[in-house]
């Protein structure tokens, strides 16, 4: 069974870091992409970034690039949401999501649970 454990949020003010990770068990195969998304009160849920477990090719929503960066660990069982130059409008609470046919992280099947990031302005 797919799992995956999502930490890291907290409370920030503009201009600043944090880093959200999720930790990942049970694939039963090495071709997958985990994404990370957010979403905001009354708002729908959208990508944030994905990152593929076989080439580490990244792509990321246009209102983070530069600013935020995924990565896998070494072991690649745990993928990072790296943020930084944070902004008010990044407030969300995010979510890591499996797609397990490494499809751009648009066929997500298995999420973990939200974690919370408040920007202070």
């Known amino acids: 069974e797919v799992q995956l454990q999502a930490s890291g949020g907290g409370l920030v003010q503009a201009g600043g870091s944090l880093r959200l990770s999720c930790a990942a068990s049970?694939?039963?195969?090495?071709?997958?992409?985990i994404g990370w998304f957010r979403q905001g009160p009354g708002d729908q849920r959208i990508g944030v970034s994905c990152?593929?477990?076989?080439?580490?090719?990244?792509a990321y929503v246009g209102s983070v690039k530069g600013r935020f960066t995924t990565t896998f660990d070494s072991a690649k069982t745990t993928v990072f949401l790296q943020m930084t130059d944070l902004k008010p409008e990044d407030t969300s609470v995010y979510y890591c999501g499996l797609d397990p046919y490494a499809a751009g992280c648009t066929e997500i099947d298995s999420w973990g649970r939200g974690t919370l990031v408040t920007v202070s302005s």
């Open positions: 990152i593929s477990r076989r080439d580490g090719r990244t």
């Open positions: 049970g694939f039963t195969s090495d071709d997958y992409a």
